[in-house]
């Protein structure tokens, strides 16, 4: 219990001084945001603070800080220092300039701003990656909640009866304007997923449930290794590549840059607390890391997620459980398909402020997506884990050259410089070892790993050199 609650302090100091740290750094300014320069009434829609917050939270989290801490704590309680440190010194950073560079870019969605600060081939690498990704993203949030609706509503409404209603739906919050369906019901279910977290968190404590306290040993069951496998099935809640994906949006929508590290880098934080809570609540409530194998084995993530609120939480934790498990899903899968959208117009430079030209791009994507939801769910969301974690490592390295250009100080580029060289490693080492990779053995993939790690930070210091040297000589002149 002591861990678990050091853990809750060390996030909330978190964004209070190293996310003061990273707002220090970028040097938000008065300057007028997408929203208050060129409001379309589509896309650039200026919001309150508070509910830009909240989609964002929603945006970011879905089941994500749910499903993969769940999973992520069958290592035990050393997924608590991935959670904490992860998120604060990565992934908070990550979603913090990620949004913001795109405040400075107009908007721009991440494959511009990686392909300005990473060249023109890592711009069309990562175009046609991250409408990949969420194209992945929307077929597993399509087909994951309606199966669970087709299990507790009437025998004719089958699983593809609800994979059509999503689909319709899906259309829709991808082409209306986003304070219509997104900013109004959003914010209402972001609540919800902090309201749920909050009520686990006094069940656990009321049911005098014992947290497990630290240790640096891997407990997890089958013997699987910690790196890399704990790194990526442990996205949301830590960091994320998605989560960049969806920060543009509300970068159209704050009103102030002085706003970014409330909207951007506090929604990671709260998304990470959430991730904590159900870390915790998995192995304390299933009492070992074993338990809760085997709870996930036969339950599924949706069933032990309902088991542990409707003994935590009552009833209303069951309805608080079919919210989380149905709606939270859904609400990421049409915010990747509204983000691949602007990614597809960003692209082709096609103005999305008529409707029927929001249509002919949504399309095509939501039609993609659904040729994919025939296709196995948990081979579709294995490769996406790993598509989802190399999405982060191409973020930071721009991130980080964005921070040698721009940033007062070169090094200060390091902030996101040695987690992009992190992910790296573990990204590499993944897809080498996993068994949807090449399934090679540790003792060859942690040194590929890693070496391609020191290569990236090499690569990545010339080239910071010849930035800086650059800006140096336009200054002279």
Same mark, same amino acid.
């Given at each position: 219990?002591?861990? #678990? @609650?050091?853990? $809750?302090?060390?996030?909330? $100091?978190?964004?209070?001084?190293?996310?003061?740290?990273?707002?220090?750094?970028?040097?938000?300014?008065?300057?007028?945001?997408?929203?208050? &320069?060129?409001?379309?009434?589509?896309?650039?829609?200026?919001?309150?603070?508070?509910?830009?917050?909240?989609?964002?939270?929603?945006?970011?989290?879905?089941?994500?800080?749910?499903?993969?801490?769940?999973?992520?704590?069958?290592?035990?309680?050393?997924?608590?220092?991935?959670?904490?440190?992860?998120?604060?010194?990565?992934?908070?950073?990550?979603?913090?300039? %990620?949004?913001? /560079?795109?405040?400075?870019?107009?908007?721009?969605?991440?494959?511009?701003?990686?392909?300005?600060?990473?060249?023109?081939?890592?711009?069309?690498?990562?175009?046609?990656?991250?409408?990949?990704?969420?194209?992945?993203?929307?077929?597993?949030?399509?087909?994951?909640?309606?199966?669970?609706?087709?299990?507790?509503?009437?025998?004719?409404? !089958?699983?593809?009866?609800?994979?059509?209603?999503?689909?319709?739906?899906?259309?829709?919050?991808?082409?209306?304007?986003?304070?219509?369906?997104?900013?109004?019901?959003?914010?209402?279910?972001?609540?919800?997923?902090?309201?749920?977290?909050?009520?686990?968190?006094?069940?656990?404590?009321?049911?005098?449930?014992?947290?497990?306290?630290?240790?640096?040993? !891997? $407990? !997890?069951?089958?013997?699987?290794?910690?790196?890399?496998?704990?790194?990526?099935?442990?996205?949301?809640?830590? /960091?994320?590549?998605?989560?960049?994906?969806? %920060?543009?949006?509300?970068?159209?929508?704050?009103?102030?840059?002085?706003?970014?590290?409330?909207?951007?880098?506090?929604?990671?934080?709260?998304?990470?607390? /959430?991730?904590?809570?159900?870390?915790?609540?998995?192995?304390?409530?299933?009492?070992?890391?074993?338990?809760?194998?085997?709870?996930?084995?036969?339950?599924?993530?949706?069933?032990?997620?309902?088991?542990?609120?409707?003994?935590?939480?009552?009833?209303?934790?069951?309805?608080?459980?079919?919210?989380?498990?149905?709606?939270?899903?859904?609400?990421?899968?049409?915010?990747?398909?509204?983000?691949?959208?602007?990614?597809?117009?960003?692209?082709?430079?096609?103005?999305?402020?008529?409707?029927?030209?929001?249509?002919?791009?949504? @399309?095509?994507?939501?039609?993609?997506?659904?040729?994919?939801?025939?296709?196995?769910?948990?081979?579709?969301?294995?490769?996406?884990?790993?598509?989802?974690?190399?999405?982060?490592?191409?973020?930071?390295?721009? &991130?980080?050259?964005?921070?040698?250009? !721009?940033?007062?100080?070169?090094?200060?580029?390091?902030?996101?410089?040695?987690?992009?060289?992190?992910?790296?490693?573990?990204?590499?080492?993944?897809?080498?070892?996993?068994? &949807?990779? #090449?399934?090679?053995?540790?003792?060859?993939?942690?040194?590929?790993?890693?070496?391609?790690?020191?290569?990236?930070?090499?690569?990545?210091?010339?080239?910071? /050199?010849?930035?800086?040297?650059?800006?140096?000589?336009?200054?002279?002149?």
């Amino acid at each position: 219990m002591i861990t #678990f @609650i050091c853990a $809750l302090v060390i996030l909330f $100091l978190g964004y209070f001084l190293y996310g003061k740290l990273a707002e220090r750094v970028f040097k938000p300014d008065d300057r007028l945001t997408p929203a208050m &320069e060129r409001p379309d009434g589509v896309d650039c829609v200026p919001m309150k603070t508070w509910r830009v917050f909240m989609i964002q939270l929603l945006n970011i989290a879905g089941t994500g800080p749910i499903f993969g801490a769940l999973l992520g704590a069958v290592f035990g309680p050393v997924v608590f220092l991935w959670i904490v440190f992860g998120s604060i010194l990565g992934g908070a950073v990550h979603d913090y300039m %990620s949004g913001m /560079i795109s405040v400075r870019m107009n908007g721009a969605s991440l494959s511009e701003i990686i392909g300005k600060y990473l060249g023109g081939a890592a711009k069309q690498f990562m175009r046609v990656f991250s409408v990949f990704l969420m194209i992945l993203v929307g077929a597993v949030f399509t087909k994951s909640p309606a199966e669970l609706l087709a299990r507790i509503t009437p025998s004719w409404a !089958n699983t593809a009866f609800w994979i059509a209603v999503i689909l319709v739906y899906y259309i829709l919050a991808t082409l209306l304007p986003i304070d219509k369906l997104i900013g109004k019901f959003y914010p209402l279910f972001g609540g919800m997923l902090i309201l749920m977290a909050v009520g686990i968190v006094i069940g656990l404590f009321a049911g005098g449930y014992q947290i497990p306290e630290m240790q640096l040993a !891997n $407990l !997890n069951p089958k013997g699987t290794s910690v790196f890399p496998f704990m790194f990526v099935t442990v996205a949301c809640g830590a /960091i994320s590549g998605f989560h960049a994906t969806q %920060s543009p949006m509300m970068a159209r929508c704050i009103q102030s840059e002085r706003q970014g590290r409330r909207v951007f880098y506090g929604a990671m934080i709260v998304e990470s607390i /959430i991730a904590l809570v159900w870390a915790a609540a998995g192995v304390a409530f299933y009492e070992t890391t074993g338990g809760l194998q085997n709870a996930l084995a036969n339950l599924g993530q949706s069933g032990v997620v309902y088991d542990i609120s409707i003994v935590l939480l009552g009833t209303v934790g069951g309805a608080l459980a079919i919210i989380g498990v149905v709606v939270c899903p859904i609400s990421t899968g049409d915010t990747a398909f509204r983000s691949a959208r602007l990614t597809v117009a960003d692209w082709f430079k096609i103005d999305q402020s008529r409707f029927i030209k929001r249509f002919a791009v949504t @399309i095509p994507l939501v039609a993609a997506s659904t040729a994919l939801t025939l296709l196995n769910a948990e081979v579709i969301w294995r490769y996406l884990s790993w598509c989802n974690q190399t999405f982060a490592v191409f973020t930071l390295w721009a &991130e980080a050259m964005y921070l040698v250009r !721009n940033a007062k100080k070169r090094w200060y580029s390091l902030m996101c410089a040695l987690p992009a060289a992190f992910m790296t490693s573990v990204c590499t080492s993944y897809i080498l070892m996993a068994d &949807e990779g #090449f399934k090679i053995s540790s003792a060859i993939a942690y040194p590929i790993g890693i070496s391609l790690a020191a290569v990236c930070m090499v690569l990545f210091t010339v080239k910071s /050199i010849k930035a800086v040297r650059k800006v140096q000589q336009n200054n002279d002149t």
